[in-house]
């Protein structure tokens, strides 16, 4: 499977009070039509992924108030939602859409607005996505629920607080070298280790924050780009779903392995590469913990070492596999219905060599993004390869 990808674009992740979801919607979108050398009338269906419109700008049709925003009208539009893989669901379907031959254009927009509401009132929106009904009142946020994790995997494999600490002042070290990350500044251990805690073990350093942003990706058929050899020549050729467990006192540290490591060796096999090849990865992690655990996921690390990359040198720029290289979703921020869009953004522009120079990994040519939702709920991997001339 071959699918084009043709124009990418991305607003900052920051706060934006300045700016509507509509705003960065068509913020983002005139920036992929520009890259694409497309119109809106080129689009023949729009995926606009978004998780909380409805509780964060009180609206609900948002895939057609985008539709005419970004001026796709008459094409389809469809509005989807997945928890925090929402952006990357919209990527799947995209990119689906295009291989299955239907379409010969489309467009996939990842959007959150997340910053006009009280934090305790945005926290409530953001807790839907997980059983809000039972564990949200009992108390089991999703700080508490990834803590607990956190305190597993510890005690499972004998880490220390210190020892997950340099995941954080890995990302930091590329989240300052961001311009589009929401926190860009340095850390050491020792400074992890004072920020303030926020869920026991995990503090202030080790999570992700609140964020406003969008991205945009025009996906077309192989032929299309081929047509264009000036263009850069990246194409998705693989997308691979999961669905796992709702219920964050149940989720274990098997379900948080297999929710990556199913859809990414599904993954592998469609694309014709293995964990060896690949030369970037974006992997979740609203939460310092979610990094290591994906790593193991995706096959880059056995289970109860994927903490030992931060420290050691191997998952930075120089590194066997370079994760998170725009500072992760722990400095890039959250935006929800966007995550999974910035992401496949973020890999697009290490391919093409356009990445921040300071971010910038030599030479890659495949990578990969680990987007997942939900206490553990849903899995998404996708694999993006440079293929020029081939």
Not at 344 to 370: C, F, H, N, W
Request: hydrophobic content about 40%; glycine content about 12%.
């Amino acid at each position: 499977m071959r699918v084009g990808v043709l124009g990418i674009g991305k607003t900052p992740h920051k706060i934006q009070h300045h700016k509507s979801l509509r705003d960065l919607i068509t913020d983002a979108g005139a920036l992929a039509f520009a890259d694409a050398g497309v119109t809106p009338a080129d689009i023949q269906m729009l995926y606009v992924g978004n998780v909380g419109s409805v509780g964060f700008n009180y609206e609900n049709s948002t895939g057609l108030m985008a539709s005419s925003h970004l001026g796709t009208v008459p094409a389809g539009a469809v509005r989807v939602e997945a928890a925090c893989g929402t952006g990357a669901w919209a990527l799947h379907l995209g990119t689906v859409a295009i291989a299955s031959g239907l379409y010969d254009t489309v467009m996939v927009v990842g959007a959150e607005k997340m910053n006009d509401l009280a934090t305790v009132e945005a926290t409530s929106i953001i807790a839907q996505a997980a059983d809000s009904k039972e564990e949200y009142f009992s108390g089991l946020t999703f700080p508490s629920g990834v803590a607990l994790t956190a305190r597993s995997y510890m005690r499972t494999y004998g880490l220390t607080e210190e020892d997950l600490a340099h995941t954080s002042v890995k990302n930091h070290h590329y989240g300052a070298r961001n311009p589009y990350a929401h926190l860009r500044f340095e850390c050491t251990v020792e400074e992890v280790m004072k920020s303030a805690k926020v869920a026991d073990p995990l503090k202030l350093y080790e999570v992700c924050p609140m964020t406003d942003a969008a991205s945009a990706i025009i996906l077309c058929r192989e032929d299309i780009l081929r047509d264009q050899p000036d263009k850069p020549q990246v194409y998705i050729t693989a997308t691979s779903m999961a669905s796992g467990t709702w219920y964050a006192a149940s989720d274990s540290l098997k379900d948080g392995y297999e929710l990556f490591h199913r859809p990414a060796t599904k993954a592998y096999e469609m694309a014709g590469v293995t964990a060896d090849d690949i030369d970037v990865a974006e992997i979740y992690n609203s939460f310092a913990i979610q990094e290591p655990l994906g790593i193991e996921g995706l096959g880059f690390a056995p289970q109860g070492k994927g903490w030992e990359g931060a420290k050691d040198g191997s998952t930075w720029i120089d590194g066997k596999v370079g994760v998170n290289l725009s500072g992760g979703l722990l400095c890039k921020g959250h935006p929800l219905g966007a995550t999974g869009a910035t992401q496949a953004v973020d890999i697009i522009e290490q391919l093409r060599g356009t990445a921040p120079p300071d971010m910038q990994r030599k030479d890659a040519e495949i990578g990969i993004s680990a987007c997942r939702g939900g206490p553990g709920s849903v899995g998404a991997i996708h694999i993006y390869q440079r293929l020029e001339g081939d």
